[in-house]
């Protein structure tokens, strides 16, 4: 069955370091989000790609935070400087659609920031 | 693994009974219902979903009961197995000209108890 990559698993770094976070969508899907979740929380969007163009980067931190989808198929998330409010799991996930389809997730990155 | 669970409410359920998730929503706009598990340590996991202009959907072992007159939302599972541990989060998808959003509730802990 296929799923959704990400990597690394785990990341610990300190405050101020970048970090970078990739993922593999579902061969053939075309759209691709990146979410946020805090632990004991659920998921919170942070941005949504179709191909390669974004879609939804409305809640993503700007002044820190980038993605990008450069061909259309894989992803990195990144964050510069990291801050300690930062730590929490980021999670990928996928659709075959734009519009209905189910998004699939991948099992997350989990960041500690030192 | 990781605590997803630290401050969620929890469900304890003795294996074999039958487990019932409840999740209240708000957004009214809404046009699909859907049950995430997560599992400690991994990313979301489809479960089932719902139309909004439906009130019932039945899958293997789970079945999801939409009142929209409530805005309420239940997760019913059948004979309820020690692999069904898991944070349980319903989510709200609207579909929109900017896409497919999710939005995610608080989760719910399911325990199985041997």
């Known amino acids: 069955e296929a799923e959704v990559a990400q990597s690394p698993r785990y990341k610990i770094t300190e405050k101020s370091q970048a970090v970078a976070f990739w993922c593999d969508p579902i061969?053939?899907?075309?759209?691709l989000y990146w979410y946020r979740q805090i632990l004991g929380q659920g998921p919170e969007l942070l941005v949504q790609?179709?191909?390669?163009?974004?879609?939804?980067d409305s809640q993503l931190p700007k002044d820190r935070f980038s993605a990008e989808r450069l061909k259309g198929v894989d992803s990195t998330l990144k964050i510069q400087p990291a801050e300690l409010g930062d730590s929490a799991m980021y999670l990928c996930?996928?659709?075959?659609?734009?519009?209905?389809?189910?998004?699939?997730f991948g099992p997350g990155t989990r960041l500690l920031v030192l | 693994g990781e605590s997803v669970g630290l401050h969620l409410p929890t469900l304890s359920v003795q294996e074999g009974d039958n487990s019932i998730i409840n999740c209240a929503y708000s957004?009214?706009?809404?046009?699909?219902f859907i049950w995430y598990k997560q599992e400690s340590g991994k990313g979301p996991q489809f479960i089932i979903d719902?139309?909004?202009?439906?009130d019932k959907r039945q899958g293997q072992r789970v079945t999801v009961l939409l009142n929209k007159t409530v805005k309420h939302l239940s997760l019913q599972i059948a004979a309820t197995q020690p692999g069904d541990s898991a944070v349980y989060f319903c989510?709200?998808?609207?579909?929109?000209?900017?896409?497919?959003?999710?939005?995610f509730g608080t989760g719910t802990q399911l325990k199985v108890e041997l």
């Open positions: 996930a996928s659709s075959s659609d734009y519009y209905q389809e189910t998004q699939y």
């Open positions: 061969s053939g899907h075309a759209t």
């Open positions: 790609f179709q191909d390669e163009s974004v879609v939804d």
């Open positions: 957004n009214s706009a809404s046009d699909y």
């Open positions: 719902i139309r909004s202009n439906m």
């Open positions: 989510a709200e998808k609207i579909l929109t000209g900017g896409g497919n959003k999710l939005t």
